[in-house]
């Protein structure tokens, strides 16, 4: 594969607008309303007892990464 080709080749645009167009909303995930993953899971039970919160155990993958960001700025665990 030669350099030119590598520079034409894409995947998706970039979102306008967005502070990281890495980030999609996860209302927007095409698999946001599966089950939370695994390690989604483990990881929003140690948010939520740091927290002292209970969260339902059926979130939807979406769900627990809006969970997850509530609470890793609550706990100070916030990666922003």
């Not at 502070?19 to 909303?25: G, H, R, V």
């Not at 939370?36 to 948010?47: E, F, G, I, K």
């Not at 769900?63 to 922003?80: H, V």
């Amino acid at each position: 594969m030669s350099d030119t080709s590598r520079e034409e080749e894409t995947l998706g645009a970039v979102r306008e607008g967005g502070d990281n167009p890495a980030e999609k909303d996860p209302s927007d995930w095409v698999t946001g309303d599966e089950p939370m993953t695994a390690p989604q899971r483990s990881y929003l039970d140690t948010l939520a007892r740091e927290a002292g919160e209970e969260i339902p155990a059926d979130l939807t993958k979406a769900e627990a990464s809006e969970q997850i960001d509530r609470l890793q700025n609550e706990t100070g665990r916030s990666t922003e």
